[in-house]
């Protein structure tokens, strides 16, 4: 399944607002007798090779390959096992955080300041609401 998310910068920045480093760039991510290049590696085996990651597709959009399973050893290593099985657990996480970081991009872009909630903490509602203001 692919996230609707297709600006590298953002997605390293939501990786990192979900605690998630990206340990490499731009290797193959093989198991199962399928290949894929990943744009950005989030986990490796025991033997260093690439095991979960954030593939390009066509479209320009990104999608989880690899399996988390396979992320019990090394950097993120207990942030991403704990995703196993839950796959679409970890797409809603990154694609809500890559679109706080996305928002906040755009009010940066527009001349804005966030003046409140510029973590973008989840309120009791469910919502995510920021404040932006602007000076002259």
């Known amino acids: 399944t692919k996230l609707t998310v297709d600006n590298l910068s953002t997605l390293e920045k939501a990786l990192a607002r979900m605690g998630i480093k990206v ?3 731009k290797e193959t991510v093989s198991l199962y007798g399928e290949s894929s290049e990943a744009e ?3 986990a490796r085996e025991h033997d260093g ?3 979960v990651g954030l593939a390009r597709q066509e479209d320009g959009t990104f999608a989880v390959v690899g399996d988390f399973y396979h992320a ?3 950097g993120n290593s207990s942030e991403l096992y704990s995703y196993y099985g839950k796959d679409e657990v970890f797409k809603m996480k990154l694609q809500t955080a890559y679109c706080i970081e996305q928002a ?3 009010v940066e ?3 804005f300041a966030i003046e409140e909630n510029s973590e ?3 309120g ?3 919502m995510i609401t920021m404040v932006a203001v602007g000076y002259d």
Do not use: P, Y
Request: hydrophobic share 40%.
């Open 104 to 106: 906040k991009a755009k």
């Open 40 to 42: 950005l590696v989030l």
């Open 23 to 25: 340990i490499g760039k």
């Open 109 to 111: 872009e527009a001349g």
């Open 72 to 74: 019990r050893e090394g």
């Open 49 to 51: 090779k690439a095991s």
């Open 124 to 126: 009791e509602d469910g």
């Open 120 to 122: 973008g903490v989840v």
